[in-house]
């Protein structure tokens, strides 16, 4: 009761006049008696690059349980299971100086003659369907492949490249020396819970939980 009343082991300690390791003993003992586990929430870091990333999504539900972020890749929802939570918009990104930076929103026809930097068919299904809307209708702009997964690196060679690439909302902020700016489509990309496909019921419960809350 100290516990849930004080918000914290240690505080829950001072209260009871003694040491947190007696206060943990005695919460170990009650866990034990009633079947229960105390879970804990812990940040993991990991490497990020396409190749870091790969890996830890292949080591789900060993150093980690869930990993979140945005997901449309192939390549990742082969080899995890996805919960999608909502969607970001996808936006341009440009260099301060460029032409388009003062821009509040972008109408595709502003692109027109522009190199527009977005990643290599094949992996992503979204992407793949704005490329071929742009190549379809809008042959005027020049597209040009990136590297299948953003890391600093990109950004930075993109800052002051004079092209325009493609992001998304949660990356507006991601780099100081590049402007995001809203383009008039509907295009967007899922982000959400990724986990193991062979998940531990616990795991499959907090998912179906979090399900559940989403819909």
Known sequence: MAVVDCG???KAAESLYISPTAVMKQ???LEKNL???DYRLHLVPFEDNHEGIVS???NLGEKFDFLVGVCDSKIWLSICNFLPLGRYKKMIA???DHRLASKNCIELEDLYGENLMMVARGDSGINDFIRNDLEKNHPEINIIDTP???DW???NSYADSGNVLLTIECWKDVHPGLVSIPVNWDYSIPYGILYSKDAPDDVNKFVRLANEIVE
């Open 27 to 29: 919460m170990n003992t």
């Open 94 to 96: 440009v260099s301060r």
């Open 35 to 37: 079947d229960l586990t």
């Open 56 to 58: 830890e999504i292949e």
């Open 153 to 155: 690196s990109v950004f």
């Open 8 to 10: 914290s082991f240690p």
């Open 148 to 150: 299948q997964f953003y």
